[in-house]
């Protein structure tokens, strides 16, 4: 006797949308959660995440396929959960004109609007967003697109909708392994075992713990909120205030990202700093060191036009990162009983409706809108044709 036809293994950014829309389909379907959903020690934690859709190597089209779902993607979600979530502010990515990241970032900004609008000098983002302060040589593109997820409030928001179409889920239950076989997968937690036709696992940075043979590594994220300046005040309390990135994405302890705060004139400020690994993921301290910090003030007092070093809040979190910083998704065995949606590699809250209906796709048999191809899970055993060199040492 199965428990559902389908299990989603983890509820948190992703887990909970494939959740959400697998039970909108009208498929039997149950989660199962080690902890609650939303939680302050997964990937999703920290209040928002930031969506820009302008990525320097959009492929032949002009627009990332995905990238380019998001927006309709996260309409759709607030139509069927109720949940408000998506905040239009725009993304502002700072950089020197003359990196490889921005010349490609500012040529896709080019082609979609087939002009400058969204390419902004210094005096420009001065002008506009007097938040900002550039170094010489640097210019920033506004994608008008972009903007922040309130992120505990999606996962919650899909999880309630998940159990209003006929999901079922439990919470506070660990998935410590599964054994696979003709009639379908016994999944053993942590209460008992479960039965299902399919599962999909989506534990995030956890993975782990379970699949230590993925190469997806537990890679720690520090984000800390600061407080302006008495005169700034206004500066950051303005709602067209934008979420914003600066430097080249895995630069690291060069690049920065973050958003203002909901909680305004607080400003979150994360950054792509060596942090380290959690080996394995459940051996992660969650504890902030007051040298964790240290990184982040200076890029605040650097980055910014009226923060102090007052930090009123930080979290220490981590994300399950690959070697090439995509995802695996697709299928983990040849029978095709386990699925993987997994290594979001620090920017998989934003795609996250999209990856759900793609996922769901993929487990009902269905054809993905997507060609999934290039997130093969399999993209990294040895032997196989598309092994790459990994562009973060583990140290
Ligand atoms: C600091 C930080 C900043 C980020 N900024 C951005 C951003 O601006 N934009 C963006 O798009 N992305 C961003 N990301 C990345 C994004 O948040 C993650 O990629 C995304 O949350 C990963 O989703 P997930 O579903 O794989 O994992 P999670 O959201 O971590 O969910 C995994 C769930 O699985 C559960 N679980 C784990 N193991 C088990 C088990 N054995 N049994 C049962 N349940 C289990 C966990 O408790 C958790 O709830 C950021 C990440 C971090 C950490």
Redesign the pocket.
Do not use: K
């Given at each position: 006797m199965l428990d559902a036809t389908i299990g989603v293994?983890?509820?948190?950014?992703?887990?909970?949308q494939i959740l959400r829309i697998l039970a909108a389909r009208g498929a039997s379907v149950l989660g199962?959660?080690?902890?609650t959903?939303?939680?302050d020690?997964?990937?999703?934690?920290?209040e928002?995440?930031?969506?820009s859709t302008i990525v320097p190597d959009p492929g032949p089209d002009g627009e990332d396929p995905i990238l380019s779902r998001v927006g309709s993607a996260w309409d759709r979600y607030e139509r069927d959960t109720g949940h408000s979530v998506l905040t239009r502010t725009g993304a502002l990515s700072i950089d020197d004109a003359d990196t490889p990241f921005m010349r490609g970032l500012a040529a896709s900004a080019r082609r979609r609007y087939g002009d400058d609008r969204a390419v902004l000098e210094r005096a420009d983002v001065a002008a506009r967003f007097p938040q900002f302060r550039l170094d010489d040589g640097q210019i920033a593109v506004f994608d008008e697109r972009g903007g922040g997820v309130r992120?505990e409030y999606a996962?919650s928001g899909a999880v309630q909708a998940a159990r209003r179409d006929g999901a079922a889920v439990v919470s506070g239950?660990?998935?410590?392994g599964w054994a696979t076989g003709a009639s379908g997968v016994r999944v053993f937690?942590s209460d008992r075992d479960y039965r299902f036709d399919r599962i999909v696992v989506?534990?995030?940075?956890?993975?782990g713990?379970?699949l230590p043979e993925l190469a997806v590594h537990a890679r720690k994220?520090?984000?800390a909120w600061f407080a302006p300046r008495t005169d700034a005040v206004e500066r950051f309390s303005r709602p067209d205030m934008p979420?914003f990135s600066i430097g080249t994405p895995e630069a690291l302890g060069a690049y920065v990202?973050g958003?203002p705060s909901f909680d305004r004139p607080y400003v979150k400020v994360?950054g792509d700093f060596d942090w380290g690994y959690a080996e394995p993921p459940s051996s992660m301290d969650f504890a902030l060191q007051e040298r964790d910090l240290v990184g982040l003030r200076t890029k605040a007092r650097n980055h910014f036009d009226g923060l102090t070093d007052s930090i009123v809040r930080s979290?220490k979190?981590?994300?399950?990162w690959t070697p090439d910083s995509e995802p695996l998704i697709g299928w983990h065995d040849p029978d095709a009983r386990v699925a993987l949606?997994?290594g979001?590699?620090?920017?998989?809250?934003?795609?996250?409706p999209v990856i759900g209906e793609l996922v769901a796709d993929l487990v009902t048999d269905r054809q993905p809108e997507i060609d999934l191809s290039r997130f093969d899970p399999a993209r990294f055993e040895v032997g196989h044709s598309s092994v790459r060199s990994p562009a973060l040492q583990l140290r």
């Open positions: 293994i983890g509820l948190g950014a992703n887990g909970s199962i959660e080690q902890s959903s939303p939680n020690r997964s990937g999703h934690a920290g928002t995440r930031l969506i992120s996962v239950v660990r998935v410590l937690c989506v534990t995030g940075a956890f993975v713990d379970l994220l520090v984000m979420v990202y958003a994360g979290v979190l981590m994300d399950g949606a997994t979001f590699s620090g920017h998989g809250f934003a795609i996250s």
